[in-house]
């Protein structure tokens, strides 16, 4: 339907001109002489003649659905269908902005008025409703409903480009990486943030303290080491005699937990490469680690 005002349609409908095919079998020329540009302007954006610029529909910056359930539920399980739905709309609205997240809020509301955040995390950016509902199905499998649950609101407000790597028929590589990661956020979401890490590097330049673990996927201090052994003893062994070294390296400082050591590679008898150190205060040399 042509939007057209009433004074020009009553024009039309003067002439026997009721339907737009009637209008499209007469000269554009003609139309302007009688009518004015309006009716030709509009027949030519109607036709695809004359350009027709619209805003766009643009998303809004946050998702967020709720949904009300029919009943009280007391048990993780009768929620898997309405938060499926849930995921599936967050999916739809990822797609529509051609992005993805990496983490969304799932919030219970309690028949008493509370609310219970569930946080789910992921390691890298998505938009597969799929693998949401993987990852929050194991995450409802640990939690325990303290009041009949009668509404859920999903909630996403952080969104980066997701991973969407054609795969490769021959190299499963990447594939791999990606079922590797989904493993990690499966246990993530059963077991806790807290039961999966991985160790990585702290802004400490002493050897006890220069490691700490970190959550899979995030990326730990930046730090620029000379060369040090992965495997670090408990406790420093003492040495008998001064080893042969091959390298040398100072370290000082912690007020609270005060280091004054010379470390140094060392060869031992063996071959085998060494971490040793000599205690500055005491000149005594300890071994501290081993290159395999």
Request: proline share 8%; aromatic share 8%.
């Amino acid at each position: 339907m042509l939007r057209i005002k009433p004074d020009l349609l009553a024009k039309l409908e003067g002439c026997g001109l009721h339907w737009i095919g009637d209008l499209l079998t007469l000269p554009a020329g003609s139309l302007r002489r009688r009518f004015g540009a309006e009716l030709p302007d509009l027949l030519g954006r109607l036709t695809g003649d004359i350009a027709d610029p619209r805003e766009p529909v643009v998303p809004p910056a946050t998702f967020e659905r709720r949904f009300e359930l029919f009943g009280r539920v007391e048990a993780t399980d009768g929620l898997l269908i309405p938060v499926r739905r849930l995921l599936v709309e967050l999916a739809h609205y990822l797609r529509a902005r051609d992005t993805g997240t990496a983490g969304f809020t799932l919030e219970f509301v309690h028949e008493n008025k509370t609310r219970t955040a569930l946080p789910i995390t992921l390691m890298a950016p998505t938009r597969s409703a799929n693998h949401f509902l993987l990852i929050t199905r194991e995450r409802l499998a640990r939690t325990t409903i303290a009041s009949p649950v009668v509404e859920l609101t999903l909630r996403a407000d952080r969104f980066d480009a997701p991973d969407t790597a054609q795969l490769d028929l021959f190299d499963t590589a990447h594939q791999h990486e990606r079922d590797w990661a989904t493993l990690l956020e499966r246990l993530t979401a059963r077991l806790g943030t807290g039961a999966v890490w991985t160790p990585g590097l702290a802004a400490d330049h002493r050897p006890e303290q220069a490691c700490a673990p970190i959550a899979p996927g995030t990326k730990g201090v930046k730090a620029n080491f000379p060369p040090r052994p992965v495997w670090l003893l408990r406790q420093p062994r003492p040495l008998s005699r001064a080893p042969r070294l091959l390298a040398h390296e100072r370290l000082q400082g912690g007020w609270w937990s005060p280091v004054d050591r010379d470390y140094a590679i060392a060869q031992a008898r063996d071959g085998t490469r060494q971490w040793v150190y000599q205690d500055r205060d005491t000149g005594r040399w300890f071994l501290h680690g081993l290159w395999e």
